[in-house]
C-alpha cells in the first residue's frame, strides 16, 4: 500500500492513504474520535508543484478552495453522493497538493464514513483528514480510521465539516468524480470493548513486559486468550506530566504495538488518546511511548489498553483499539490521573507514608495539606496510613491541641489507589472516630482538606487497644512426614460418611468436614477405618459433643493398634441422650508414634508421621435443646429470617454467627450489645426454609440456639 504524509511547518496535518483494489477491510466495535490539533511536521513531501502563473489553461473549479464547496446536509442513517469536477484545479495552499473541497452538515451527534471507491469514480489514493474550519482549514484537522477505500470519523459533533479531496493525476478521476459520504447515530459505549481473536497470541503475537511508573508486569501468553484485564496493577500519573511506557513484544519479530488511555473515561479509546504506535524489529522487541497526560484530564482512576498484533491482508493499520484481529494480545491496565503543579505527596493515597501501630500505642501524624486537590465530587483529602501487626481498636482524634477538624471523615481505606473499595465506617463521638476490631493490615486515613480542616500544617493522634473476639478454631496438627510413608487413613465409614481416600505426598491434615452423617442421641452406632500401607499403627477417632472447639477424652471413640497394613478396625459408641449442639466435628487420626513420641494418640499432637482427617456430624434436629441460655433470648422463632437477639447481661462485643445444620457459617455480624439491649439480623427473602444455628461468642463465653426459618 503506498501512503504519503502532507505536512507543512507550523500547520496542522493532513494524511494520504493509498490502497490496492484487493486491500479492502472493515472495522469493529468503537472506534473513536480525533479533536484538536495533529502533531506538526517539517518539510514538504510530494511531488504536486504546479503553481506558477499560466500554468493551466482553465479557470479552477469554484470548491478548489474551501470557501467554495457546496454545504450538504447529512443526517444519521442518510448517505448523500457528493459530486463535481477537478478539472483545472491548482495548488493551494499548503502548497505541494492539489485539492478540490466538499462539506456536509451534521444537525447530531453522527459516525460519518467517506467513500472513495464509488463505481466509475475510484481513487487510488485518498485523505483521510476532515477540516472543521474554513478558510482557515489548517486548524482542528480531524484524522479518520481508513481502509482501502474510505475513512472513517465516528461520534462527530453537530456543526459543519469540509473533506480535502485530492486530486492528482494517475491516482484520482480527472475530471468529474464523485464520493460517497454515509452518517450512522452515535451510539456511546457503556463499557470497554474486549477484543477477540481466532488465533491470539498462539503464533507469538503476544506481550512479554509492561513497564509504567509502578507497573511493571511480565507475562507468558494464554493459548487462545486474547484479551488478558490486569486493571488490578496499577500506577499513578500526573496531570501535565511527561512519562514513558514500555512495551516488551513477543515471539514474532514485526508486530505492530500500540497503546491507549482513556483520559476522559468515557469507555471509548480515542485517537486523540493514543499514546502512539510502533513496529518490533525483532523478537522480544522493545517499543518505547513517551506521552505527557494533557493538563485538565479528569482526576482519578481509568483505563490503559496496550495491543500487540500482526496486521494481516485487509485488517486496518494503524492498529485501533477494538479490532478483531485475528493474531494478537490486548491487555488492560488501570492509571490513577493525579493533579499536576505542586502538591503535597500524601494528596494521593499511594503518597502516604506507612507508620506502625501497637496494642497501647498513641502516635500522632502530621503533614501539610497545601496545594490539596479534589478527590471526589464532594471532598479534598490528603491521605495518611498505619498498619497494624494484630487485631485491634483504633480510635483517630482529629481535636490534637493546635489542629483542630471541624469536619472529618468517619471512613477509613482498606485499598489503595481503588480507596473506594471496601471502605470502613467508623463510629464517632465528638472529635474522634473508633474502628473496633480492625484484623491485622494496612489501612489509609482519609483526612479533610477543604473547608473545617486545618488550611496548611495539621496533626491527627492515633491510638490503638485490645478489643477484637478472639473465635476459637479446632487445631489443625502439622507432621514432618505426614502420611508419606504409607501411614494415612484409607477409608473412613460412619453412617453415610463413606469415604475412601488417597494420601497426598506432605498432607498430614484433610478437611473433609463437608461430607456428613446424622446421629440420634442414645442410638449405639460403629465407627471403621483402616489404615495405609505400613502396620503397627495408632488409630483414634473422636467427636466434639459439646461443641466447644475441644476433643476431651470423655469425648474419645476409642484407639487401636493395627497388626498388618491396611487393617479395618471398628469403635462401638453411643451417642449422649442430650447434646447442646446441632452439629460438629468428628476427628480422625492415625499415626506411627516414634520413640519420643506419645504412645497414646491424641488428638492435637504433631506426630512425625500420620495423617488427620476431620468429617462433619449432624444431630437428629428434635435432641437440639430449645430452651434459652442464661442472660439471651431470640426472637421470633420460628421466622421468615429476621432475628432478633436480646441480651439481659454484661455490655461487650460479640460475634454472631448463623449457620446451617453442618456448622458451615452463612453470615456473620460483630455487634456490640448492651445490658438490655436489642440486635436485629435482617435476612428476610435470603435464607431457605429450614433449621439453622444461631452462634454468639462473647467475652463471656458462648451461646448456641436453633432457629427455625419459615
Not at 329 to 335: A, I, S
Not at 575 to 584: F, G, H, L, Q, Y
Request: hydrophobic letters at 35%; a negative charge.
Amino acid at each position: 500500500m503506498n501512503s504519503f504524509l502532507l505536512a507543512w511547518a507550523g500547520a496542522a496535518s493532513l494524511v494520504l492513504m493509498g490502497y490496492s483494489a484487493a486491500a479492502q477491510g472493515t472495522y469493529d466495535g468503537p472506534l473513536g474520535h480525533q479533536l484538536g490539533e495533529m502533531p506538526l511536521f517539517n518539510g514538504l513531501t510530494g511531488e504536486e508543484t504546479d503553481n506558477a502563473p499560466g500554468a493551466r489553461d482553465v479557470d479552477p473549479p469554484v470548491n478548489n478552495w474551501c470557501t467554495g464547496a457546496t454545504v450538504y446536509q447529512l443526517s444519521p442513517g442518510q448517505t448523500v453522493l457528493m459530486s463535481g469536477d477537478n478539472t483545472g484545479v491548482v495548488v493551494t495552499d499548503p502548497p505541494g497538493y492539489k485539492m478540490v473541497w466538499e462539506a456536509f452538515e451534521l444537525t447530531a451527534c453522527a459516525n460519518v464514513t467517506i467513500n472513495y471507491c464509488v463505481p466509475g469514480s475510484v481513487f487510488t489514493n485518498h485523505i483521510k483528514s476532515l477540516a472543521v474550519n474554513c478558510p482557515d482549514f489548517l486548524t482542528a484537522i480531524l484524522l479518520g480510521y481508513n481502509t482501502s477505500c474510505t475513512a472513517t470519523f465516528p461520534y462527530l459533533d453537530p456543526g459543519t465539516y469540509w473533506i480535502p479531496v485530492y486530486a492528482a493525476p494517475g491516482i484520482t478521476p480527472q475530471g468529474p468524480y464523485t464520493i460517497e459520504v454515509s452518517a450512522t447515530a452515535c451510539t456511546p459505549p457503556t463499557a470497554y470493548c474486549i477484543p477477540i481473536s481466532a488465533t491470539g497470541p498462539n503464533d507469538g503475537d503476544y506481550i512479554s513486559r509492561v513497564q509504567l511508573g509502578a507497573i511493571d508486569n511480565s507475562s507468558l501468553f494464554q493459548v487462545n486468550i486474547a484479551h488478558v484485564n490486569y486493571t488490578a496493577i496499577s500506577t499513578p500519573l500526573q496531570a501535565g506530566q511527561a512519562h514513558q511506557l514500555s512495551v516488551i513484544s513477543g515471539a514474532y519479530n514485526t508486530d505492530q504495538v500500540a497503546a491507549w488511555i482513556d483520559y476522559n473515561q468515557d469507555f471509548d479509546f480515542t485517537l486523540d488518546e493514543k499514546l502512539g504506535e510502533g513496529t518490533a524489529i525483532s523478537t522480544d522487541s522493545i517499543v518505547v511511548f513517551n506521552f505527557t497526560v494533557p493538563e485538565g484530564t479528569p482526576l482519578g482512576s481509568t483505563r490503559l489498553r496496550i495491543r500487540t498484533a500482526s496486521v494481516q491482508t485487509g485488517q486496518p493499520l494503524p492498529l485501533i483499539p477494538c479490532y478483531n484481529y485475528s493474531r494478537c494480545e490486548t491487555e488492560d491496565y488501570t492509571v490513577i490521573i493525579t493533579p499536576g503543579g505542586e502538591h503535597p505527596v500524601n494528596d494521593d493515597c499511594a503518597g502516604a507514608t506507612i507508620t506502625p501501630l501497637g496494642i497501647g500505642q498513641g502516635i500522632e501524624l502530621s503533614g501539610d495539606n497545601t496545594g490539596a486537590s479534589l478527590d471526589n465530587a464532594d471532598h479534598t483529602f490528603v491521605w495518611e496510613a498505619i498498619s497494624l501487626s494484630e487485631c485491634a481498636t483504633v480510635t483517630i482524634d482529629y481535636c490534637v491541641a493546635g489542629s483542630v477538624f471541624s469536619s472529618f471523615s468517619q471512613n477509613l481505606a482498606v485499598n489503595c489507589p481503588n480507596f473506594a473499595t471496601g471502605m470502613l465506617a467508623g463510629t464517632v463521638a465528638g472529635c474522634t472516630v473508633t474502628f473496633a476490631d480492625l484484623p491485622a493490615g494496612t489501612y489509609w486515613i482519609p483526612v479533610e482538606a477543604g473547608a473545617g480542616a486545618p488550611q496548611g500544617a495539621y496533626s491527627i493522634g492515633l491510638s490503638a487497644q485490645e478489643g477484637c473476639i478472639v473465635v476459637p478454631t479446632y487445631c489443625i496438627p502439622t507432621s514432618d512426614f505426614g502420611p508419606d510413608g504409607g501411614d494415612y487413613i484409607g477409608h473412613v465409614l460412619l453412617g453415610d460418611i463413606n469415604n475412601a481416600s488417597t494420601f497426598e505426598d506432605g498432607v498430614a491434615y484433610v478437611d473433609y468436614t463437608a461430607q456428613t452423617t446424622v446421629l440420634i442421641p442414645g442410638q449405639g452406632y460403629q465407627l471403621a477405618i483402616t489404615g495405609g500401607d505400613y502396620g503397627d499403627e495408632k488409630i483414634a477417632a473422636w467427636i466434639d459433643y459439646n461443641g466447644d472447639l475441644a476433643f476431651s477424652a470423655g469425648e474419645k471413640l476409642g484407639s487401636a493398634t493395627t497388626a498388618v497394613p491396611n487393617q479395618t478396625v471398628t469403635f462401638a459408641f453411643a451417642v449422649p441422650e442430650e447434646v447442646a449442639v446441632a452439629s460438629t466435628r468428628l476427628r480422625v487420626r492415625l499415626a506411627y508414634p516414634e520413640d519420643s513420641e506419645p504412645g497414646t494418640i491424641g488428638p492435637c499432637f504433631n506426630y512425625l508421621s500420620g495423617e488427620t482427617e476431620d468429617y462433619t456430624v449432624v444431630f437428629n434436629p428434635t435432641a437440639i435443646p430449645g430452651g434459652q441460655a442464661e442472660g439471651w433470648r431470640v426472637f421470633p422463632n420460628p421466622g421468615r429470617g429476621k432475628i432478633t437477639l436480646c441480651h439481659s447481661g454484661a455490655a461487650g462485643q460479640a460475634l454472631v454467627h448463623l449457620c446451617d445444620v453442618a456448622g458451615r457459617v452463612l453470615h456473620s455480624e460483630q455487634p456490640y450489645i448492651g445490658a438490655g439491649d436489642a440486635f436485629t439480623m435482617d435476612l428476610e427473602g435470603r435464607l431457605a426454609p429450614g433449621l439453622y444455628v444461631l452462634r454468639v461468642t462473647t467475652g463471656q463465653g458462648r451461646w448456641e440456639q436453633r432457629v427455625v426459618v419459615q
